[in-house]
């Protein structure tokens, strides 16, 4: 079993539609929660990081993290063709210095005009 | 502001050939890192280095060497390139991870490798 599930998708959705994003957990160790979108042909990039159960919002994005039931989720409103990318969760566990990250697979996301 | 740039962007090479992946960064991170990326398989961490002078192994380190130039610049080698190396490699680095404190990476936009 991986550390850290995500769906692969891909997901298809209308312009404007609300999109959520998931990704599951199994180690219980993990501090830090991080999403990334990669578009194609490009690196990741730092879309949301939060540390802490509950929800954090930055324009259209929301990054929610359920630490009991050990599951991220991101959620976007307002969907935008723009947003068509592959999202990855990250979860970083911390141990006197030195730090390990673990990515989900991501998903794959298309929204249509 | 460029980030982390990563050199060449693109390679073709032949079975048994070597060649080395540039990074550099540009933001006074401490940690730098070596990642690996083919469907299905998400990033695996191929190696890393915490600090200037100082390197180790990742998830799947065999079959490649690094080093850690100065402080903005971390090289990837491979000495006898093999098919299964073929990928699309990323570098990333971040700030020191303090006592409690987790530090997310910042990456390049990778190296497209193709081993015949």
């Known amino acids: 079993q991986k550390e850290v599930e995500q769906d692969p998708g891909p997901l298809s959705v209308p312009e404007g539609a609300i999109v959520s994003l998931n990704c599951t957990y199994s180690?219980?160790?993990?501090?830090?929660f991080m999403w990334y979108r990669q578009y194609s042909r490009k690196g990741p990039e730092l879309l949301m990081y939060?540390?802490?159960?509950g929800n954090k919002e930055d324009g259209r994005f929301t990054a929610q993290v359920d630490k009991s039931s050990k599951y991220i989720s991101l959620f976007i409103r307002d969907s935008q063709p723009s947003d068509s990318a592959t999202y990855l969760c990250a979860m970083i566990l911390n141990s006197g210095g030195y730090q390990k990250v673990t990515f989900g697979t991501g998903t794959k996301l298309q929204v249509i005009p | 502001n460029a980030g982390v740039t990563q050199t060449p962007k693109f390679q073709v090479l032949k079975t048994g050939q070597s060649m080395t992946l540039q990074c550099a960064q540009d933001m006074n991170h401490n940690s730098m890192y070596w990642y690996r990326q083919d469907p299905g398989m998400g990033l695996r961490l191929i190696y890393y280095?915490?600090?200037?002078?100082?390197?180790d192994k990742g998830e799947v380190p065999n079959g490649y060497n690094v080093s850690r130039l100065n402080k903005r610049e971390f090289s990837l080698r491979l000495e006898s390139a093999a098919p299964s190396q073929t990928s699309v490699y990323f570098c990333?680095?971040?700030?020191?991870?303090?006592?409690?404190?987790?530090?997310?990476?910042?990456f390049g936009d990778g190296t497209r490798l193709s081993i015949l």
């Open positions: 990333a680095s971040s700030s020191s991870p303090g006592q409690g404190a987790g530090q997310p990476q910042h």
């Open positions: 280095s915490a600090s200037e002078g100082t390197t």
């Open positions: 939060t540390y802490s159960s």
């Open positions: 180690n219980s160790a993990f501090q830090y």
